[in-house]
């Protein structure tokens, strides 16, 4: 199977998400809030939760398989924003990132770590995160990952 770079980055940065203690394996438990995050109804039907914890060839199997190609990084970053964004304000604030991380296991992250990224995503200084700010943050986690300088 040959993935496009693009590809690449983005199955690197979910898997990380969901392994966030680093084990190289992402939970089924994990792997089914993952699909419930994509909120793709056909993506969810299409996909058989495994029972096993996923390594990354075998997560990167399965989601290759059932990926449209249609989608850029934005839109899946979109969506993720969307379904972290609960009260549906446009903006995600540190509460809600912080449930978010909670959710999908990232609990070493600190009150003062949560709020130290949405300093820094935080462009306009109104302690909250705009789907912008929140897309230039996630592209610059791209850049990182793909090796990048990043300023």
Same mark, same amino acid.
């Given at each position: 199977?040959?993935?496009?770079?693009? +590809?690449?980055?983005? #199955? =690197?940065?979910?898997? $990380? @998400?969901?392994?966030?203690?680093?084990? *190289?394996?992402?939970?089924?438990?994990?792997?089914?809030?993952?699909?419930?995050?994509?909120?793709?109804?056909?993506?969810?039907?299409?996909?058989?939760?495994?029972? +096993?914890?996923?390594? #990354? =060839?075998?997560?990167? $199997? @399965?989601?290759?398989?059932?990926?449209? *190609?249609?989608?850029?990084?934005?839109?899946?970053?979109?969506?993720?924003?969307?379904?972290?964004?609960?009260?549906?304000?446009?903006?995600?604030?540190?509460?809600?990132?912080?449930?978010?991380?909670?959710?999908?296991?990232?609990?070493?992250?600190?009150?003062?770590?949560?709020?130290?990224?949405?300093?820094?995503?935080?462009?306009?200084?109104?302690?909250?995160?705009?789907?912008?700010?929140?897309?230039?943050?996630?592209?610059?986690?791209?850049?990182?990952?793909?090796?990048?300088?990043?300023?």
């Amino acid at each position: 199977m040959s993935l496009t770079h693009g +590809q690449e980055i983005e #199955y =690197k940065e979910a898997f $990380a @998400l969901f392994d966030p203690t680093n084990s *190289g394996v992402i939970q089924p438990k994990a792997f089914s809030d993952f699909l419930a995050l994509l909120n793709d109804p056909q993506l969810s039907q299409n996909v058989k939760i495994p029972t +096993q914890p996923l390594d #990354y =060839k075998a997560f990167v $199997a @399965l989601m290759a398989q059932n990926d449209k *190609g249609a989608d850029t990084s934005d839109d899946a970053y979109g969506r993720l924003f969307r379904s972290i964004n609960k009260d549906g304000s446009g903006n995600l604030s540190s509460a809600e990132l912080r449930v978010a991380l909670q959710h999908f296991g990232n609990n070493s992250l600190s009150e003062v770590d949560v709020d130290e990224i949405i300093h820094e995503a935080d462009v306009s200084g109104d302690g909250r995160i705009t789907l912008e700010e929140f897309l230039k943050i996630m592209q610059k986690s791209e850049k990182k990952l793909r090796g990048e300088h990043v300023l």
